[in-house]
């Protein structure tokens, strides 16, 4: 695939509000289950700015699953 054929491809999904609404909703998704999963093994200490990390990870998905739906309902 040449960089010529991906930029189209890219521009496509880019201009697409269903390819937005989808690739928003997986990222926001990735975002919160990525924090969860660092929870869950252990990967953050209390004490540690790591938590901070990912209580940061936590409401920026929420956050931008309110702005998704808040432009999708616009």
């Known amino acids: 695939m040449t960089w010529a054929i991906a930029a189209k491809i890219a521009a496509k999904l880019l201009t697409s509000p269903r390819a937005k609404a989808i690739l ?10 990525g924090a969860g999963w660092l929870a869950a093994h252990g990967l953050l200490d209390p004490t540690k700015k790591e938590t901070w990390v ?4 936590l409401l920026l ?6 702005i998704e739906k ?5």
């Open 24 to 33: 928003g909703s997986s990222a926001r998704h990735a975002l919160t289950v």
């Open 54 to 57: 990912a209580a940061a990870l």
């Open 61 to 66: 998905g929420w956050g931008w699953g309110l």
């Open 70 to 74: 808040a432009a999708r309902e616009a």
